[in-house]
C-alpha cells in the first residue's frame, strides 16, 4: 500500500537508547519521535471495540486500528500519537506482500485507547 493521498499524520512514540542512571542501572533514554503520513485511522468494530470496567473508577478501553504505509516500522513497545491523543500499541502490527502479484497492503496495528 502505498501512502494514502487524505490519509492522517500519526506520530509513534518509540522508547530512545538506554542510558545509565548514577548506580549503572540501565533506564529508557528520551522518547524518540516519528511521523508517519499517509496513514488511516478506524474505529474497531464487534467485540473489540470497547469495555468498560467500574471496579473502583469509571475505565473505558476503546480500541482503534491503524493503517500505515507498507514497510512502516511500528512496534509492540511504540505509542501512536493521533490527533492529541496517546494509544498503546496492542499485540504485534502485521503487513502482507502477494506472492503473486507483489503488490502490497498496509501495515496494520491495533491500538488501544484507555480513559478513566
Same mark, same amino acid.
Given at each position: 500500500?502505498?501512502? @494514502?493521498?487524505?490519509?492522517?499524520?500519526?506520530?509513534?512514540?518509540?522508547?530512545?537508547?538506554?542510558?545509565?542512571?548514577?548506580?549503572?542501572?540501565?533506564?529508557?533514554?528520551?522518547?524518540?519521535?516519528?511521523?508517519?503520513?499517509?496513514?488511516?485511522?478506524?474505529?474497531?468494530?464487534? %467485540?473489540?471495540?470497547?469495555?468498560?470496567?467500574?471496579?473502583?473508577?469509571?475505565?473505558?478501553?476503546? /480500541?482503534?486500528? @491503524?493503517? $500505515?504505509?507498507? &514497510?512502516? #516500522?511500528?512496534? $509492540?513497545?511504540?505509542?501512536?500519537?493521533? #490527533?492529541?491523543?496517546?494509544?498503546?500499541?496492542?499485540? @504485534?502490527?502485521? %503487513?502482507?506482500? %502477494?506472492?503473486?502479484?507483489?503488490?502490497? &497492503?498496509?501495515?496494520?496495528? $491495533?491500538?488501544?485507547?484507555?480513559? /478513566?
Amino acid at each position: 500500500m502505498r501512502e @494514502l493521498p487524505h490519509g492522517d499524520v500519526v506520530t509513534i512514540v518509540r522508547p530512545g537508547p538506554s542510558t545509565q542512571d548514577e548506580y549503572g542501572n540501565d533506564k529508557p533514554g528520551p522518547p524518540v519521535e516519528i511521523p508517519v503520513t499517509g496513514c488511516a485511522f478506524a474505529p474497531r468494530s464487534g %467485540s473489540g471495540a470497547s469495555t468498560e470496567l467500574t471496579d473502583a473508577r469509571d475505565t473505558v478501553i476503546t /480500541g482503534f486500528t @491503524l493503517y $500505515a504505509p507498507y &514497510g512502516t #516500522d511500528i512496534r $509492540a513497545t511504540d505509542r501512536i500519537r493521533v #490527533d492529541g491523543q496517546m494509544y498503546e500499541v496492542e499485540g @504485534l502490527p502485521g %503487513s502482507f506482500r %502477494s506472492p503473486f502479484t507483489g503488490s502490497t &497492503g498496509p501495515v496494520v496495528a $491495533a491500538l488501544e485507547l484507555v480513559t /478513566g
